[in-house]
């Protein structure tokens, strides 16, 4: 078995995505839906690169930073408000 796929497959039930890169094709999309993922998700994200990857020169990858924006994320102020209550009034009718 390909180690590439045991990590893989060890990773996920604890990862939101796996990302296993072997060629430059597919490398950047890989890799942006890696990061867009546990950025999203607020989770844990298994990326795999090829050793073999790391010296190849490819015309696509600059020095440029790539744009990069997510949505803020929304809270639900009325049950954050709730268990707030909920918790203080369950810790003010504990007893010592």
């Given at each position: 078995?390909?180690?590439?796929?045991?990590?893989?497959?060890?990773?996920?039930?604890?990862?939101?995505?796996?990302?296993?890169?072997?060629?430059?094709?597919?490398?950047?999309?890989?890799?942006?839906?890696?990061?867009?993922?546990?950025?999203?998700?607020?989770?844990?994200?298994?990326?795999?690169?090829?050793?073999?990857?790391?010296?190849?020169?490819?015309?696509?990858?600059?020095?440029?930073?790539?744009?990069?924006?997510?949505?803020?994320?929304?809270?639900?102020?009325?049950?954050?408000?709730?268990?707030?209550?909920?918790a203080a009034d369950?810790?003010?009718?504990?007893?010592v």
């Open positions: 078995m390909n180690a590439s796929i045991a990590g893989l497959r060890c990773f996920q039930t604890v990862t939101c995505y796996q990302a296993v890169v072997n060629n430059l094709e597919d490398a950047h999309e890989m890799l942006d839906t890696a990061i867009s993922t546990t950025l999203k998700e607020s989770k844990p994200v298994y990326i795999s690169i090829s050793c073999n990857l790391a010296a190849i020169p490819y015309p696509t990858f600059s020095r440029e930073p790539v744009p990069f924006s997510l949505s803020p994320k929304l809270s639900n102020q009325m049950g954050l408000e709730a268990v707030v209550e909920a369950f810790h003010g009718n504990m007893s």
